[in-house]
């Protein structure tokens, strides 16, 4: 078992940034495969960014590409989630999430790929 928790959440004006935390507990592992959601009320979890703690590999959604930058602290076994430029529209609770084994780029943003998940921490940007 994996246990995660997430904190950095908070609220922001537009244009502004956070850093969300993801720090991992129980059997982490260097080489599982870890990703950031964001869900808004009524609206499907979204995946925002993914990586591979194997290789450091990192994918990212369209809408986030160039603002957010998902990296890791293998030490701590902290998966960090750096946030700039935000927008309202990047508002939500955001969750961090983890599974074992091969990390193919398709499937880093797939909810339904990830085994562990965290209790999310929510996002608010004021325009």
């Known amino acids: 078992q994996v246990q995660l928790d997430e904190s950095g959440g908070g609220s922001v004006q537009a244009g502004g940034s956070l850093r969300l935390s993801c720090a991992a507990s129980?059997?982490?592992?260097?080489?599982?495969?870890v990703a950031w959601f964001r869900q808004v009320p009524g609206k499907e979890r979204e995946g925002v960014a993914g990586m591979s703690l194997y290789d450091s590999t990192t994918s990212y959604v369209d809408s986030v590409k160039g603002r957010f930058t998902i990296s890791q602290d293998n030490a701590k076994s902290l998966v960090y989630l750096q946030m700039n430029s935000l927008t309202p529209e990047d508002t939500g609770m955001y969750y961090c999430?983890?599974?074992?084994?091969?990390?193919?780029?398709?499937?880093?943003?797939?909810?339904?790929?990830?085994?562990?998940w965290g209790q999310g921490t929510q996002v608010t940007v004021s325009s």
């Open positions: 129980g059997d982490a592992r260097s080489t599982d495969c």
């Open positions: 999430a983890r599974r074992r084994g091969f990390c193919p780029q398709i499937q880093r943003t797939y909810a339904g790929a990830y085994k562990y």
